[in-house]
């Protein structure tokens, strides 16, 4: 570590990391089983019900814009009180919303402020660990942090049992609430701050874009989480309304899918040890377009082809996950919070645009979803063949460990 927490130390800084980096996941998964009834409570339709979680990504992706650049400023503390307090204002908001357009405003208002979460917990691990740790902190991060996917659609199920939805809200301020417990005894991470006045702060976004290198990588690695994210936009709709389960369910099938995903980092570090990182991302690349044409064809008759192919490519974009950001953050030497910024922005409304993509035509969800692996598995593949063994990718990735 490059900086001593003596209040937390390691163990408690790792847990700080993951319990940041567990609010998207918790945030946008907890409520999925509640998602088609919400549509018959609201009497609305499913894409309305959809920009509830569309809405979210995008003032998320936001969000983190406005904070990241900020924190370079203010410290990381600072943004992470802020952010909590707005967060848990907003779920309880969220919890009391009397019609979808309000719910919409709050979710807005909530993702503004998870945004800030995420972008700081990001910059934390850049600010503390170098290199190979870094990998091996983010990988052991992103492992822990799919636990919450996984207990998030069974908890919200049965919180449907024995409660309402808005309860799932109520729970999302209870976990921000401990989160800032966990930052009150957090030490800051930003030794030396900007001193350039707040309004320039965010001006540091576009010298990090100005980066060619960054801005190239940037566009390869943001368009994988539209994988991701436009499957959590379909899969209550397509195992619920298509497949006929039950919530409950959906919340297990879902689980497992989130279950396959924390194989993702530990197989990337294992990998690594003997097989080239590039070779690695070109087959993370290959496979979602494999999976996709095989979700074309197949992924319709029955929900477990359709789960085992989503449980594929979720484990290639994990895997993939962990190289990408630590090349991105790797092209910059300086402005560390715009650099995560950008990287989470960037991913999240391509994520967003993924789920709004997949959801326009709702009678045909997994022929959708099944194009949409193609084209990014095409495009991707592409592009990174145009670099991958050029000095500022080669160079910059680790070694066999």
Not at 336 to 342: E, I, P
Request: net charge positive; charged share 10%; glycine share 8%.
């Amino acid at each position: 570590m490059n900086v001593d927490q003596p209040k937390l130390g390691k163990r408690g800084t790792l847990l700080l990391l993951i319990v940041l980096g567990a609010f998207p996941p918790l945030t946008m998964d907890l409520y999925l089983p509640a998602l088609p009834r919400m549509a018959e409570i609201f009497a609305t339709s499913h894409a309305m019900i959809n920009l509830t979680l569309g809405a979210y990504m995008v003032s998320f992706a936001i969000g983190m814009l406005f904070w990241g650049p900020l924190s370079e400023r203010t410290g990381r503390k600072p943004i992470l009180f802020t952010a909590l307090a707005i967060y848990i204002s907003a779920s309880l908001l969220c919890a009391i919303a009397f019609n979808v357009e309000s719910l919409i405003v709050f979710r807005i208002l909530q993702g503004l402020a998870g945004g800030g979460v995420t972008v700081v917990g990001t910059s934390i691990v850049k600010d503390l660990f170098d290199g190979r740790e870094r990998e091996k902190v983010m990988a052991t991060v992103m492992s822990l942090v799919i636990i919450a996917p996984m207990v998030a659609p069974v908890l919200g199920a049965f919180l449907l049992k024995v409660a309402t939805w808005r309860a799932m809200f109520v729970v999302l301020a209870v976990f921000g609430c401990l989160a800032g417990g966990l930052v009150v005894l957090f030490r800051e991470t930003m030794v030396e701050r900007s001193t350039a006045p707040v309004l320039k702060s965010w001006n540091r976004l576009g010298v990090v874009l100005a980066n060619p290198r960054f801005a190239y990588l940037l566009l390869v690695f943001s368009l994988m989480p539209m994988c991701l994210l436009s499957f959590l936009g379909i899969a209550a709709y397509v195992y619920i309304d298509g497949f006929g389960m039950s919530e409950q369910a959906f919340s297990f099938i879902f689980a497992f899918n989130a279950a396959c995903a924390t194989l993702g980092p530990v197989l990337y570090l294992r990998l690594s040890r003997f097989i080239p990182v590039q070779t690695i991302i070109t087959t993370c690349f290959a496979v979602v377009f494999s999976g996709g044409a095989a979700m074309l064809f197949l992924g319709g008759q029955s929900p477990w082809i359709f789960a085992a192919l989503a449980a594929m490519i979720t484990i290639s974009v994990i895997v993939m996950r962990v190289p990408g950001a630590n090349l991105l953050l790797d092209q910059q030497t300086r402005d560390t919070g715009s650099a995560a910024a950008l990287i989470q922005f960037s991913g999240t409304l391509m994520g967003a645009a993924g789920v709004q993509i997949v959801s326009a035509n709702s009678h045909d969800l997994i022929r959708n979803y099944g194009i949409l692996l193609i084209v990014i598995g095409t495009t991707c593949s592409l592009l990174w063949l145009m670099v991958r063994h050029r000095p500022f990718v080669a160079g910059k990735l680790p070694q066999h460990a």
